[in-house]
Structure formats: structure tokens, C-alpha cells
């Protein structure tokens, strides 16, 4: 009887963590495969129209296919998202190529860059570097938690020398959506 329990308690653990984008990621961005599926769309999407106007034309070869392919391909490079994990004490942002990460418990600098994209660029004690677009922590509360738990660590260990103020603005900006949609949920507001 307890080796069955066990047997099912295990299937149901790796279950969970087969889901998990990686192993020991405590969180991540939960809109990252819709928007990931849309640029891959999006893609197919002009290398079809491409090809089909080519074919219609009675001029599509093997060069243009080529083509085509190679302009569908970049456009989901551009489009794809980088997908971003965090777990205890650090926080990843995965592009097509490689993976960033820093540690959010030695985080020293924190920087808003505004424009067209507005990023938030971390960087920690060991010179590790991450850009992040702000929206995905506001639309994931688990991520913003992860992070600011590592920075309040750093924090209280008096490394965080430049950028409170900007985390301060994004962790009120969280609380409050949140709070919202609790309310918005419960029929209060």
C-alpha cells in the first residue's frame, strides 16, 4: 500500500516539473509560449504568402524558395520573445542563441531604459548582465515576487547602489494591477 502512494506521488512530482520550463525555475513568464506561437505564425505566415505569389506567378525555384525561407526565419528571430525564468536567488532570460542570468540577491545596479521597447536592465556584483521588458513582471506577479525578493537580500547587504527607486515605482505599478484584479475578480471594484 505505501510503496503505491509513493510510486504515484512521484509520477504526480515529475509531472510538475516536466512543465517547468527548467529545472529549479521557480517561476516564469506564463505568456511566453503565445507570444512565441505568434511569431512563429507570423513567420509562416509571409513565407507562405511569398511562396504562393511566387507559385502564381510560375517563378518560384529552389533559390527563392530558399529565400523566402531565410526572410520567414528572420522574422521569427525578431519577433520571438526571449523567454525569462527566476528562482531562488536568480532570474534568466533565454534569447534564441544563449542565456543570460544574474544573481538577484547581488544585484548592484538597476536601470530603466525608456523608448519605442522600454527594458529594465540588471546587472550584479559579478558583472552578469539582463534586459527584460517591465511588462513581463507586471503580467506575472511570481516572476516580480522572485525578483524582489532577491533584491530586498541585496538590499540589506548594501549592494544595490543604483536603481531602488526605479524598483520601487515597478513594485507599487505590480501591487496595485494585482490588488485590482482582486478586486475586479471578486466583483468589489
Do not use: K, Y
Amino acid at each position: 500500500m505505501g510503496r503505491r502512494s509513493m510510486v504515484r506521488a512521484g509520477a504526480r512530482a515529475r509531472g510538475t516539473a516536466a512543465r517547468r520550463p527548467w529545472h529549479g525555475a521557480l517561476a516564469w513568464d506564463r505568456g511566453w509560449r503565445r507570444e512565441a506561437r505568434a511569431a512563429w505564425c507570423w513567420g509562416f505566415a509571409l513565407g507562405g504568402v511569398l511562396a504562393g505569389a511566387d507559385l502564381a506567378r510560375g517563378s518560384l525555384d529552389g533559390p527563392r524558395a530558399a529565400c523566402w525561407t531565410a526572410l520567414a526565419a528572420a522574422l521569427v528571430a525578431v519577433l520571438r520573445p526571449a523567454r525569462i525564468t527566476a528562482g531562488a536567488g536568480w532570474l534568466a532570460t533565454r534569447g534564441l542563441l544563449r542565456e543570460r542570468r544574474v544573481r538577484t540577491d547581488l544585484l548592484t545596479r538597476v536601470r530603466q531604459v525608456d523608448g519605442v521597447a522600454p527594458r529594465l536592465v540588471l546587472c550584479d556584483v559579478a558583472g552578469n548582465r539582463v534586459e527584460l521588458d517591465p511588462r513581463v513582471l507586471r503580467a506575472n506577479p511570481l516572476l516580480w515576487h522572485e525578483l524582489d525578493a532577491g533584491v530586498r537580500r541585496a538590499r540589506e547587504r548594501g549592494l544595490l547602489r543604483e536603481g531602488a527607486a526605479v524598483l520601487d515605482a515597478l513594485g507599487e505599478r505590480v501591487d496595485g494591477e494585482g490588488a485590482r484584479a482582486v478586486l475586479r475578480a471578486s466583483g468589489v471594484e
